[in-house]
């Protein structure tokens, strides 16, 4: 940052994902989800560092050339349903000529076929036929969130990330798109979604990883999870506790500036279960990182 100054935007996270499971990442908006998505593909920032190991298969992608992941991965094994579609997407080619395009370089088809294969690619993603001759400052947003996730899933990769794909969408359309991702990990492929949507991850998710301030504070199973016995981590109790369908109960104050967290445990200043001990940080047990989880039985709703 300016002035030298460092910012660990995510911190220590580790997880798998395995062939035909969805793993949706939630947390508020700024709590390190997308930067996450961005240094799997190889995207962050030319100032910003990635450390550790992130494996694909054989592939080691924290430790990959941008020609092996320009050429090999992003597209071909790892589709991407990015955050801001609009600025995804080339301004000055209609949506048909996108996923023509799109289609021919990762299925090899040519000219027959292309036009029906493109237009087959936006109908997995509700994007409608009468619109594909449009240029993308044509769109709405939700139009061009649909035409961002026509064109991630062209290649079929075994592993999609959607970062935010429901973001402008009415209810109908992210059930309809959602259930279309979950279609993809259905087929044995894997699909982490990034979401602050707790309904869509219910709907698609096997096991739902959850992040504050810039690491992973619970891993847990998606019927668990969203029904009995329920999150254990204060966070992600006090996340559903916010739904208007359950107890509808803000979550005081706000999240920490990622560069001036607190010593300990980030979480601490907004935590009605803090205590001394939350002065130093938490490791993740069973999944939760946590000096006094919440009980394992039924949250409120
Ligand atoms: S470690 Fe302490 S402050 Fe952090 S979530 Fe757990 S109880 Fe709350």
Redesign the pocket.
């Known amino acids: 940052m300016r002035g030298g100054r460092e910012i660990a935007a995510v911190t220590g996270a580790s997880f798998e994902l395995r062939p035909g499971e969805c793993l949706a990442l939630i947390g508020e908006s700024g709590c390190g989800k997308s930067v996450l998505a961005s240094a799997l593909l190889g995207l962050l920032p030319r100032n910003a560092r990635a450390t550790g190991r992130a494996f694909l298969g054989d592939l080691d992608l924290l430790a990959a050339d941008e020609r092996t992941l320009a050429r090999t991965v992003r597209g071909r094994r790892i589709g991407l349903v990015p955050q801001s579609p609009s600025a995804h997407l080339t301004p000055v080619r209609t949506v048909r000529s996108q996923l023509e395009e799109t289609v021919r370089e990762l299925t090899g088809l040519r000219k027959a076929g292309l036009r029906e294969a493109a237009e087959a690619a936006a109908e997995r993603a509700a994007f409608p036929a009468t619109h594909l001759d449009r240029h993308p400052h044509q769109l709405s947003g939700g139009l061009a969130q649909r035409a961002a996730t026509a064109l991630a899933l062209v290649g079929d990769a075994p592993l999609l990330l959607a970062d935010e794909p429901t973001t402008g969408l009415d209810r109908d359309l992210v059930d309809r798109t959602v259930d279309e991702l979950r279609r993809h990990a259905d087929t044995g492929r894997a699909l982490l979604m990034i979401t602050h949507d707790l309904a869509a991850a219910r709907r698609i998710a096997d096991r739902v990883a959850v992040m504050y301030a810039g690491r992973i504070?619970e891993i847990a199973g998606a019927s668990a999870f969203f029904g009995a016995p329920g999150p254990r981590?204060?966070?992600a109790r006090a996340l559903l506790d916010a739904l208007p369908e359950r107890a509808f109960t803000p979550i005081p104050g706000m999240p920490p500036e990622l560069g001036d967290l607190p010593g300990?445990?980030?979480?601490?200043p907004r935590?009605a279960?803090?205590?001394a001990?939350?002065g130093t940080l938490?490791e993740p047990v069973g999944g939760v990182?946590?000096?006094?989880?919440e009980e394992a039985t039924a949250c409120s709703n």
């Not at 990182?289 to 989880?293: D, I, L, N, V």
């Open positions: 504070v981590h204060p966070y300990g445990c980030a979480f601490a935590c279960r803090a205590t001990r939350c938490p990182a946590c000096h006094h989880p």
